[in-house]
């Protein structure tokens, strides 16, 4: 079914409801942007549909409406998104994401599991211009350096690495009590493991 309003002839608002859809299924848009009804009504639904379980995103290609499906992403973070995406490259990991303002640990926390990344960093060699530090050879004066560390975090890091080994990557790191994974993610870009 399919209602409008005209009000002094400039603006047209319309309803579409689908037969047996529940009262809140109801979709406003106004036909002068949003276009054709069906489409508009196809699109709010696909936007709204939850991810599957195993569903994942791909941030390097997704476009805006695909990233408002992740969960703490509205319009507006997803097209800083996209934006950031296009004029600096692809993120590369969830911690390139943490570029884009907006995006900080809670919301990379929150994204991690739904997210896939289908291109390398666009810094691959270095981050923020600085050589990537070594997380194997650098003692805890370098890593109290890096953003959200620290000196008892560091110290931490040293403290596991002795006891346990060098690290193999950022699975390994991810296992310093202490270290939350959203931190982890946010400095992987800057570490290497030799």
């Given at each position: 079914m399919l209602g409008g309003l005209a009000l002094a002839g400039h603006l047209v608002l319309a309803a579409f409801v689908t037969p047996g859809a529940p009262p809140g299924g109801v979709q406003l848009f106004d036909l002068a942007t949003d276009g054709d009804p069906i489409a508009h009504r196809e699109l709010s639904v696909a936007r709204a549909r939850p991810l599957g379980a195993d569903e994942r995103i791909d941030v390097d290609r997704a476009g805006a409406e695909d990233l408002t499906r992740l969960p703490g992403i509205g319009p507006a973070l997803a097209r800083r998104i996209v934006a950031d995406r296009e004029a600096r490259g692809a993120f590369g990991t969830p911690a390139g994401l943490d570029r884009v303002a907006g995006v900080g640990p809670a919301i990379l926390a929150r994204l991690a599991p739904h997210l896939r990344f289908s291109a390398p960093p666009a810094e691959a060699s270095t981050t923020s211009g600085g050589p990537l530090l070594d997380?194997?050879?650098?003692?805890?004066?370098?890593?109290?350096?890096?953003?959200?560390?620290?000196?008892?975090?560091?110290?931490?890091?040293?403290a596991f690495r002795d006891s346990v080994g060098p690290f193999r990557g950022v699975g390994d790191l991810r296992r310093v009590p202490g270290l939350p994974a959203a931190l982890v993610a946010r400095i992987a870009p800057r570490l290497s493991f030799h």
């Open positions: 997380v194997n050879r650098v003692g805890a004066p370098e890593l109290d350096a890096l953003p959200g560390i620290g000196a008892v975090r560091a110290a931490a890091i040293v």
